[in-house]
Structures are given as structure tokens and as C-alpha cells.
């Protein structure tokens, strides 16, 4: 397996309690996957999972 380094731009979603407050930002994460789209796939569950 490689480590992929992946920068995200991501909005907070609507129920986050955060979400007046922030607009968005940037998600960046070292990700260690087989290939870049699974690199890709598991860094934005993680940040779906996280609001």
C-alpha cells in the first residue's frame, strides 16, 4: 500500500452545530490506501462522518 497526501475543501454540513459559523475550509490528511481513488473515497467518508 502507498500513503497519499489529499487536500479536501469542504462545507460543514447543515445539522453541525458549527454551521453559522464556519463556512468551510480545508481538510488536509495523509491517507494510506492501494491506489489514489480509494485514497480519495476513504478521506471524504471520513469527512462526511465527521460534519
Known amino acids: 500500500m502507498d500513503i497519499y497526501y489529499l487536500?479536501?475543501?469542504?462545507?460543514?454540513?447543515?445539522?453541525n452545530d458549527e454551521s453559522?459559523?464556519?463556512s468551510g475550509g480545508f481538510i488536509n490528511c495523509w491517507v494510506k490506501a492501494a491506489n489514489p481513488d480509494s485514497a480519495l473515497k476513504?478521506?471524504?467518508?471520513?469527512?462526511?462522518?465527521?460534519?
Open 20 to 22: 453559522q459559523e464556519v
Open 42 to 51: 476513504a478521506a471524504e467518508a471520513y469527512a462526511a462522518n465527521e460534519g
Open 7 to 15: 487536500m479536501l475543501e469542504n462545507m460543514p454540513l447543515l445539522d
